[in-house]
């Protein structure tokens, strides 16, 4: 059989994403016969005994899964956390394959959570230069300016130097006491709406997802899992698709 690369074997198998397979092989945890692997080599899945740690990765692909959780408020998006935390994982009851998170959600947002073990398909949609769309309904303490919404569609520079791509924002709803406001954003960046929000003065008091690349939340109660439909795996890779030939048309990175 032909050779593959080490990542893409890791991520066939349903094991993690490409770029977590990546990840693990720069850290010396994957061995091909006993010898310890770098990134670029490749092995035959089926004679060649690949292992991360002491997990067998099997020669055999593994059925492809994809699932929409609703994350509640108080889980990790890791799949163990040294500190005993509740992980979203633990909310995929009766799944027997080995799932992982495309993306993530911090402990205290909720909302649409992507699972896979479809290495290519998680990297597609996280992969930055794709610029996947992600929807968020955001709860704002108090009011918010005209020059704080300018601000955050604009782009504005979070606390390590780096900068915001121009993003949707509009107002849902207001109150003397909060303010309701929808984000579109194509970046993933570590806590990225909380982080634009504190860069202009803003305290958010609730995150939820409701949407990534067209596909909505909908009804799905908080703790709730379900396959994902054929109608909604054709969007994702629209976006993939259309995102990527958009990306290369140049604008700011």
Known sequence: MEKIRLQKIIADSGYCSRRKAEQLIEQGYVTVNG????????????GDLIK???DVIPAVRAAKRYIML???RGYVTTMQDEMGRKTAAELLNGIEERL??????????????LFTNDGQFANDIMHPSRHVSKTYRVTIDGRVSEDQLSRLMSGVELDDGSYTLPCNVEVLSEAADRTVLRFVIKQGLNRQIRRMCTAVGLNVGRLR???????KLGMLKPGEWRELTKDELRILRAAVGNSGKNSNKGGRK
């Open 100 to 113: 992982y998170p495309v993306g993530r959600l911090d402990r205290n947002s909720e909302g649409l959570l």
């Open 209 to 215: 997802r409701t949407a990534v690349g067209g596909v």
């Open 70 to 72: 609703n994350k509640p």
């Open 52 to 54: 991360v740690g002491d």
């Open 35 to 46: 010898k310890r692997c770098s990134v670029g080599d490749k092995a035959d899945p089926a």
